[in-house]
């Protein structure tokens, strides 16, 4: 899953590639090391990750600056190598807060916990990956009919329901 990054920071400092998402862009057919974007995409400001515009922040080194692009433009891409040292190891959170009035974005570290969850209307169970502080799910798996028994826990409260909606993450809906 895309959340999942390794952590490739030693590696990359000797990467000379384009940080190339190749979803986004192909290489520039006569001009050395510029791109052409292929769809509508936006530009991380700091890595130069190309990626979706449903997303607000940089899945590769989780900058909130961003530029948009439409399809069939000229885009500027660093290499892997000068930007090695934005990919931190620590992963952020995508539920974020941005103050009103400051405009500062509050954000936390990402670590994953694995949650058993039972829902009582189709039955099912399922093992959510959920944020450990703020419980946004990042996905689900394991899925199967729930037991009789763990149908009992969650009667009495001994197990958790599914995450609504809003608290899935990285799916398409993500703020
Ligand atoms: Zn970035
Ligand atoms: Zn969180």
């Known amino acids: 899953m895309s959340y999942q990054r390794q952590g490739t920071v030693p590696a990359d400092l000797a990467n000379e590639s384009v940080n190339r998402n190749s979803d986004f862009t192909k290489a520039h057919p006569s001009i050395k090391g510029a791109s052409i974007s292929i769809v509508p995409g936006r530009k991380c ?3 130069g990750w190309q990626y979706d515009r449903e997303q607000t922040m940089c899945p590769d080194c989780g900058s909130t600056s961003f530029r948009d692009f439409e ?3 000229l885009v500027s891409i660093p290499l892997r190598s000068q930007t090695a040292h934005l990919r931190r190891k620590v992963e952020y959170c995508w539920n974020i807060k941005v103050d ?3 405009e500062d974005v ?3 570290t990402l670590e ?3 949650v058993p969850t039972v829902n009582g209307g189709n039955q099912e169970f399922h093992v959510e990956h959920r944020c450990k502080v703020c419980a946004a799910c990042y996905g689900r798996s394991e899925g199967r009919t729930a ?3 763990e149908l009992l826990q969650l009667e009495a409260g001994k197990i958790s329901a599914p995450s609504p909606k809003s608290r899935m993450m990285g799916t398409g809906g993500a703020p």
């Open 45 to 47: 400001l700091g890595c």
């Open 71 to 73: 399809e069939n433009e």
């Open 100 to 102: 009103p009035i400051s």
């Open 106 to 108: 509050v954000r936390h």
């Open 112 to 114: 994953i916990v694995d």
């Open 147 to 149: 037991t009789p028994d």
